[in-house]
């Protein structure tokens, strides 16, 4: 097990800047998931981290190694691709057995570490059968068991559960997380699936554009976003936007005015003192709220947003409302048992406390929020 440093990478494909200056650090035994949309750089990063691209420039250290200059087979890492890349003519254990045949290993260390990796994994049943014969997660396990066995510093995940159905890829994602809780592996995950990231993830590093865009917990992702793309890329509905600007209130404090929207933030929301300029020079902004941070006011009372309600969408355990409000739609979580129907008029109040504001750059302007850079400072600091 190792710690992984990523120190300012750069890596481009022709004219294509696929990664932009990227800093991270993986502790070690920590699960790190690398989310963001296809062609966001996740994968690239992870493939420079194996040897299977190389950096434009940057470092990368793997268990306090500089490996940027080693062969892939010398990292010490194992790589789990999203296809399982497993060979069609060998049985399931020869294909776990490969990497250990390729590093000459003694065939009865090879029987052993095969049969352990296959008892970890429930293939035991399985050992004598070709690729063809298995199901779609039982290759994923094949495919982990064969990394399993090279006993690596690290695992390296792109995209393995992409191919499973929806079923599979919960119970395969479930066995995911008890396999690193067993072997205390660290581990980069990369996914587009939020869902996945949520629930995997110690942390979460968000990208797009190959640009990092936050790192943190997966909570800590969610509640408070540094930017418009982590906040309406995370959540599903995503976080509702309103078009406004601020207004400066008597004695301190801040009023968010957009169309038929009027709301006061509460003390301490937004960012301190020190960066009031930057608050002031942000006037046109967006406010930002979670669909469960928005609920329907009770009949007589005061204080919301006139709505009305376009679109019903039960899930079972929610409701989630299309609400024609602020200039635009507003989607609300709500309890599945409401009442309401298509076309009601509704009225919505927001818990002010949760409220995001974000100014005319995307950057989140709560206290709160965490700087866009953090990420990079942070390994700066460990090296």
């Known amino acids: ?70 062969d892939p087979v010398k990292r010490n890492v194992a790589m789990v691709f999203q296809n399982y890349a497993l060979y069609p003519h060998m049985t399931v254990h020869k294909n776990i057995a490969f990497p250990l045949e390729m590093a000459k290993k003694t065939k009865a260390e090879i029987d052993s570490a095969v049969r352990r990796a296959a008892g970890i994994l429930g293939l035991d049943e399985l050992l004598h059968r070709l690729p063809e014969q298995l199901s779609g997660g039982q290759r994923q396990r094949v495919a982990l068991a064969r990394a399993i066995v090279r006993e690596p510093q690290a695992f390296l995940m792109d995209e393995p559960l992409s191919n499973l159905d929806a079923q599979l890829r919960i119970q395969t994602r479930l066995e995911l997380i008890q396999l690193h809780a067993r072997l205390g592996i660290t581990t980069m995950y990369v996914t587009h699936d939020q869902v996945e990231a949520m629930t995997m993830g110690h942390r979460i590093a968000v990208m797009r554009d190959g640009v990092l865009q936050q790192i943190g917990t997966p909570q800590d992702v969610y509640r408070r976003p540094a930017n418009v793309f982590v906040a309406t890329f995370l959540g ?50 967006k406010l930002g709220l979670r669909p469960e941070h928005i609920r329907i006011a009770a009949p007589g009372e005061d ?28 989607q609300v979580r709500t309890d599945p048992d409401s009442p309401l129907q298509t076309g009601e008029n509704v009225s919505l109040l927001f818990d002010a406390a949760r409220v995001h504001v974000f100014g005319a750059d995307g950057h989140n302007l709560r206290r709160d929020a965490p700087r866009v850079e953090a990420p990079a400072e942070l390994v700066e600091a460990a090296s």
């Open 1 to 70: 097990m190792a710690e992984i440093l990523i120190k300012h990478l750069v890596k481009t494909f022709g004219k294509v800047e696929a990664v932009k200056d990227v800093s991270l650090q993986v502790a070690d035994s920590e699960f790190l998931v690398l989310l963001g949309p296809s062609g966001c750089g996740k994968s690239t990063i992870l493939r420079v981290v194996a040897g299977l691209e190389d950096a434009d420039s940057g470092e990368i250290v793997v268990g306090g190694r500089l490996v940027n200059f080693i």
């Open 236 to 285: 599903a509905p995503p976080m509702n936007l309103i078009d406004g600007a601020l207004e400066a209130v008597a004695g301190g404090g801040w009023r968010f005015h957009g169309r038929d929207v009027d709301v006061a933030l509460s003390s301490g929301v937004l960012s301190p003192p020190e960066l009031q300029h930057e608050i002031e020079a942000h006037a046109d902004v």
């Open 303 to 330: 204080g919301g947003i006139p709505g009305r309600v376009q679109f019903l969408e039960p899930v079972g355990s929610d409701l989630y409302l299309t609400v024609e409000a602020g200039g635009g739609t507003v």
